[in-house]
């Protein structure tokens, strides 16, 4: 049901979080509860999760009652993977269409006051009022602009108008080199759109790793849309760049960050006409889409503690209150700004460069 | 413990001591923390006598009062500002922006001045802009908003066509989910407005959207997501699922009883309560119904959460429950030691704030708050509690829980999971640290992070 990477993921995760918040945790795999009872455990979970919820007075992300229904394994990322669970954002990969499909999220089952809100509205009599004006799908065309992961909503040109990647890359040139840099590195403070780096980071100290198409992006189809929609900057949707313009700089950027074709690793040569068909064959080997998944949160599920709390809930995490870090250095330079402003020693100010 | 301290507790306010904080504090509860010291309040009988108890000692003023040349003289005529501004002394009350945040001001955030509102509502021109193309100056009678893709019937409507439905009005925050993302790695700002101010709560007054897609003939057994889409130079869009959109959001053609001003989408916008502000569309024109989401860039190269493992979550929607203390906090200095009514803002994208509880050890001990505003769904919710300060270094410290049960957690909680490249919804809590008043730097405020 989910990559091997994903599942791997999450269980580090879990594993992360137990260390560090001193939580018991159990393994826990997926799989719809049979039988119905007020505490469940065994790693499934309770199906009368909407009788708990309701008899705790609504208070679905309270510990307690998020432990009657899933056991003790409530901070559990990889059981949150599953869709059955009622704690889930997933939707099934085989309703979404697989790991490469256009993946879909959902609220979880277990916020049951948004669904039972949007299920009363959903079935609300409604008597149209009439104050709009019918129009045609036709006459809304030239505001349709989408083109979703599954490469709906692409614009379908003659054949003989698609250019080349090669002219593609000219285009992007001419439009998105002076602020993406001419291979997509990235200039004056404009992100980079080619940089391949490791996503993954052991230190917390280490700088953010660089998001790029080519590492982070999951979805193809989003370069033509998103470059299209609003791009460039400065006259966004631009009829100089043109339908084929745009499929020219998607397919440059698609060949820029080295996104095969199909399993044999093949990449856009310069004479490869840029079509829709390049770009969907690119959606399906964009390496980091199974490296997706649904908002987990809440990710934590802190104790309400009032008194003498444990060393895990105090400063730092270990119970030391005088173990922390202070603002030094700012991006701009400024060594912990602004404190004479702050001692009230010279007048209020806004800080160190705001304006 | 002094008697008069026992005395000043008791000339407390009665509607004080009916929240729960205070009902603990009769029961006969007394903590030290910190150097903290809690009074034990005895009887809520009033003596006037009570009231000379803190002034004992200070110097009375014998100088006869002056009148000021406002007394003599008129002041200006109506319509002098046909629309009002706030007054020239209050000028340094502004949003502001980082320069070193973007590369340019129309693909950028100013923040709002958390640090001086008062009580839960954000002016108009205080509220915070995000930009991803600058804003537009649309006029309302040029500007129509299309609804189609799974529909019986297209429609499209003017704004004085929305202004005939039936309108609701309600007060909510509204939060980019960036809020805070500068002090993943730790904290580098110094005030609640760079800290937290990018986020405001206003009136919305609109057109439900559930009534509205239901107008157009929604068909609910294909219906899974809407694709809201503005008519600005971004083009901003997003996915939005089809239980949010029917539970709450609405079309908002006012804000706190005027038109939307330009920089939050006149002349209409999306509201989507509690959710990231990135999904209120702004300038809205089109909302594509579909089976399926866009995967816009908007919701997978940007408002995505890196993990530490190099995976990333998708389709983040609500804001969890946040607070902060907005005084003292890092803008203001303490005037020796004494007693302080520490104030703060408490907000949950689920719902309705439950209790804040407020720590001045760094988390070890916690005192309930009472609210001194009303308590809105998803709105700000103003929390105040009384602290005596003795003058030592103190650890100030918020935690909001919400009526959903969850409990804001702590910094190292947050960041043994998401680590620190998340960028968004950095929603643990802040610390404040108060310098003791024999320091070197002395009743400083300081924002510190666990």
């Avoid at chain 1, 669970?85 to 049951?112: R, W």
């Avoid at chain 1, 922390?324 to 912990?336: I, M, S």
């Avoid at chain 2, 026992?6 to 009769?26: C, D, G, H, M």
């Amino acid at each position: 049901m989910f990559s091997t990477k994903k599942s791997l993921i999450a269980v580090a995760v879990a594993a992360t979080m137990a260390a560090g918040s001193a939580l018991a945790m159990s393994s826990s795999s997926g799989g719809k509860a049979t039988e119905a009872a007020a505490g469940k455990t065994d790693g499934k979970w309770a199906s009368n999760y909407r009788e708990i919820i309701k008899e705790s007075g609504g208070k679905y992300l309270d510990r307690e009652v998020m432990e009657k229904i899933l056991g003790k394994d409530v901070n559990s990322l990889r059981a949150k993977l599953d869709p059955n669970n009622p704690y889930s954002f997933e939707v099934d990969d085989a309703i979404d269409g697989g790991p490469h499909g256009n993946s879909q999220c959902k609220v979880p089952l277990a916020f049951t006051e948004v669904r039972d809100s949007a299920e009363k509205h959903e079935k609300a009599d409604y008597v149209a009022y009439g104050y709009g004006k019918p129009i045609a799908e036709s006459a809304i065309k030239p505001w349709e602009i989408d083109v979703n992961g599954d490469g709906d909503g692409f614009p379908i040109l003659p054949d003989d108008k698609y250019m080349t990647v090669e002219k593609g890359g000219n285009v992007y040139v001419q439009f998105c080199g002076m602020c993406h840099g001419e291979f997509g590195e990235g200039a004056k403070g404009y992100l980079p759109l080619a940089v391949d780096e490791d996503l993954v980071t052991s230190d917390f100290r280490d700088p953010a790793p660089m998001k790029t198409i080519g590492n982070y992006w999951p979805y193809a189809t989003t370069i033509f849309d998103y470059v299209r929609r609003a791009m460039p900057f400065w006259s966004p949707n631009s009829p100089a760049i043109g339908d084929a313009g745009y499929y020219g700089i998607t397919a440059y950027l698609i060949q820029a960050n080295g996104i095969p074709l199909d399993d044999n690793g093949r990449e856009l040569d310069d004479e490869d006409k840029a079509t829709p068909q390049v770009v969907m064959a690119a959606n399906k080997y964009m390496k980091n889409q199974g490296n997706f998944f649904c908002d987990h949160r809440p990710i934590t599920h802190n104790k309400r503690c009032m008194k003498d709390c444990p060393d895990y809930l105090v400063g730092d995490g270990a119970g030391d209150i005088h173990h922390y870090r202070e603002a030094r250095k700012l991006p701009d330079g400024t060594l912990q700004y602004n404190v004479n402003q702050r001692l009230h020693e010279t007048p209020p100010g806004i800080g160190h460069k705001g304006f | 413990m002094t008697d008069k301290r026992v005395e000043e507790k008791v000339a407390l306010p009665t509607e004080e001591s009916r929240n729960q904080s205070r009902r603990a504090f009769l029961k006969g509860t007394a903590a030290v923390a910190g150097g903290v010291l809690f009074t034990k309040a005895a009887s809520a009988d009033y003596d006037p006598k009570k009231a000379v108890a803190p002034y004992a000692g200070k110097k009375e003023i014998t100088e006869p009062l002056k009148d000021g040349p406002w007394r003599h003289r008129l002041g200006f005529g109506v319509r002098r500002y046909p629309y009002g501004q706030p007054t020239p002394e209050v000028s340094y009350i502004q949003r502001r922006t980082l320069e070193w945040l973007t590369p340019d001001s129309m693909a950028s955030i100013t923040m709002t001045p958390l640090q001086y509102l008062h009580g839960i509502i954000t002016p108009n021109g205080l509220h915070f802009e995000r930009f991803h193309g600058g804003a537009p100056s649309i006029k309302a009678k040029d500007h129509r908003l299309v609804i189609h893709g799974l529909v019986e019937r297209p429609l499209i409507f003017t704004v004085d066509d929305l202004k005939r439905f039936p309108s609701i009005s309600r007060i909510h925050f509204i939060e980019c989910p960036a809020n805070g993302a500068m002090e993943w790695k730790g904290v580098q700002l110094n005030s609640v407005q760079w800290t937290h101010g990018m986020m405001s709560c206003v009136e919305y007054t609109g057109v439900r959207l559930s009534d509205l897609l239901k107008e157009a003939g929604i068909k609910l057994d294909k219906a899974r997501w809407i694709i809201p889409e503005g008519a600005d130079a971004s083009g901003m869009s997003r996915s939005i699922p089809l239980e949010i959109a029917m539970d709450d959001c609405y079309v908002a053609y006012a804000q706190n009883g005027e038109p939307l001003r330009r920089e939050q989408g006149y002349p209409i916008r999306l509201v989507v309560p509690g959710c990231e502000a990135n999904m209120w569309v702004k300038y809205l024109r089109r909302i594509k119904v579909s089976d399926v989401p866009l995967q816009h860039r908007e919701e997978t190269s940007k408002y995505t959460e890196l993990m530490p493992d190099g995976t990333a979550q998708r389709f983040s929607w609500y804001m969890e429950p946040n607070s902060v203390i907005t005084y003292p906090s890092p803008d203001f200095k303490m005037q020796g030691p004494g007693r302080y009514v520490v104030r703060g803002l408490a907000w949950s994208g689920r719902g309705k704030v439950a209790h804040v509880d407020v720590s001045f050890d760094g988390g070890r001990n916690w005192h309930e708050a009472h609210f001194t505003s009303p308590v809105l769904d998803k709105a700000w919710t103003r929390f105040e509690i009384e602290w005596d300060w003795d003058g030592s270094e103190a650890f100030l410290m918020s935690r909001v829980t919400d009526e959903t049960g969850y409990v804001q957690p702590t910094m190292p909680e947050m960041r043994a999971v998401e680590g620190t490249n998340n960028v968004y919804h950095r929603t643990a809590m802040v610390t404040w640290r108060v310098h003791a008043w024999n320091s070197k730097n002395k009743g400083l405020v300081e924002n510190v992070q666990y």
